[in-house]
């Protein structure tokens, strides 16, 4: 299995709150990604990483930040958290072979009440 | 911009045979990827078609048509494992920094009854 590891695992939180999760590899891996997992929507990018200090948006980018300045760690931070961002979260990381292959933490649960 | 669109659920019994499309709308294509989730687990990679064709790993194929922006995922001899959402992604083309996103279908909730 990839080694990557996220945390925490389970959060529990209130809304307007900042909240940040931590994703790490010891894969040495380029790429690094943040997925967001909602019934009947399947992953959604929040955010990736193509580099230390090098991000871009996803398709579901607003309200969230990142930031990667060690190439084991990207950090997501929900600036001021809202239920509607109740969700599970999933990092991801992958390399730069032909077929893309991303390997999945083991995903965070968050509830914002 | 890119839309995948695969069932939402199919039923089968064990031993039987369950194919899985997906069709997808991309402004540039590399390749359809397939995952695997287990309830409460995290997804974990299947195949890759690139090429059109059929790719066989085992009891599961994949096969792709790129002039029909169509693939299946083909899982054969069904067992209770085998209960699980499967996702289609297709792979962007984009620029350089964005060879490693994918974008992911709604995935199909398979049911393998006994």
């Known amino acids: 299995d990839a080694g990557i590891t996220q945390s925490p695992r389970h959060k529990v939180t209130e809304t307007g709150t900042p909240v940040t999760l931590r994703c790490h590899q010891t894969e040495n891996h380029r790429y690094m990604y943040w997925y967001r997992q909602d019934p009947g929507h399947g992953l959604r990018l929040i955010h990736y990483?193509?580099?230390?200090?090098?991000?871009d948006k996803g398709e579901v980018s607003d309200g969230y930040s990142v930031s990667r300045s060690k190439t084991e760690d990207f950090l997501l931070t929900l600036e001021s958290a809202t239920s509607s961002q109740t969700s599970v979260y999933f990092c991801a990381i992958s390399g730069t072979g032909e077929g893309n292959e991303q390997f999945f933490g083991p995903g965070t649960r968050l509830t914002v009440l | 911009g890119q839309s995948l669109e695969q069932p939402s659920e199919v039923t089968a019994v064990e031993g039987a045979i369950v194919q899985i499309n997906c069709t997808y709308q991309?402004?540039?294509?590399?390749?359809l990827s397939w995952y695997q989730q287990h309830d409460g687990g995290a997804p974990t990679f299947l195949s890759y078609?690139?090429?059109?064709g059929l790719e066989e790993t085992g009891r599961f194929s994949s096969f792709l048509s790129r002039s029909d922006s169509y693939g299946y995922l083909l899982l054969q001899e069904l067992q209770m494992k085998d209960s699980a959402s499967y996702f289609c992604?297709?792979?962007?083309?984009?620029?350089?920094?964005?060879?490693?996103?994918?974008?992911f279908g709604a995935g199909t909730q398979v049911v393998v009854t006994p």
């Open positions: 992604a297709v792979r962007d083309r984009g620029t350089t920094d964005s060879w490693g996103k994918l974008q």
């Open positions: 990483s193509y580099g230390v200090k090098d991000t």
């Open positions: 078609n690139a090429l059109d």
């Open positions: 991309t402004s540039g294509f590399y390749g």
